[in-house]
């Protein structure tokens, strides 16, 4: 068994419930509340900023070129049409571009991020590229089996996010992330790759939770 088959099946309840949770399915069958994706989406643009910023230190960290141009293509695809997309939903979801530029992390949203930045400041090579596992393997678990159920939400937003993560996006990508792991020489760095493994899942699956149940707010939120 490989490194990443022995992390997914040791996790595979939590893989499990992230990849099969509410607002996916609701999403892929066009019930998903628009006010819930509208959440998750703005949080997920607060997100990608730090994942930008893990993945350039991933990027200054590479042990090879075709390491590096790896996490390049994959910074290029994040940095335009993916943007691309966020412009363009924001204006269909009414949110306005002081809107989007003011929001301000969650509680998990903030804790994910900080996670993703002290791993590309303190973390190996492999570190990074174990978190990136997990952020782009699980959405794109989910994307194809959104795909592959035939699942075309009538709701343009929903349709394109599925598309954004299904294999002809992220399939070479993720498949590339596995066996680096899998080949990778960890010895006794083994054990931190289980744990930041398991961490970037929860916090995947807190992602959901937050939008879908509603992000619970920092307690002197609403304190003057």
Request: hydrophobic share 45%; proline share 4%; charged share 20%.
């Amino acid at each position: 068994m490989t490194l990443t088959q022995e992390l997914r099946h040791t996790y595979h309840d939590l893989w499990h419930r992230m990849v099969t949770h509410p607002f996916v399915i609701e999403m892929g069958e066009d019930t998903l509340a628009i006010e819930k994706f509208r959440a998750y989406f703005l949080q997920d643009y607060v997100f990608v900023h730090d994942l930008v910023v893990m993945t350039s230190m991933g990027l200054a960290k590479a042990p090879t070129f075709l390491a590096a141009n790896q996490l390049h293509q994959f910074l290029a695809g994040i940095l335009n049409p993916e943007n691309d997309l966020f412009v363009r939903a924001f204006t269909a979801l009414g949110v306005s571009v002081e809107e989007s530029a003011a929001v301000s992390a969650s509680p998990v949203t903030q804790a994910f991020g900080d996670f993703l930045v002290r791993t590309g400041l303190e973390g190996s090579f492999e570190d990074i590229v174990t978190v990136l596992y997990v952020t782009e393997g699980t959405y794109l678990d989910w994307g194809t089996r959104l795909l592959e159920a035939g699942k075309r939400p009538h709701n343009a937003i929903y349709r394109e996010w599925i598309d954004l993560h299904g294999p002809p996006v992220l399939g070479a990508f993720v498949a590339w992330l596995g066996q680096h792991l899998d080949n990778a020489e960890l010895g006794s760095h083994r054990p931190r790759i289980d744990r930041i493994f398991h961490m970037a899942l929860r916090y995947e699956y807190l992602f959901w939770e937050g939008a879908y149940h509603g992000s619970a707010p920092w307690p002197d939120q609403n304190v003057e």
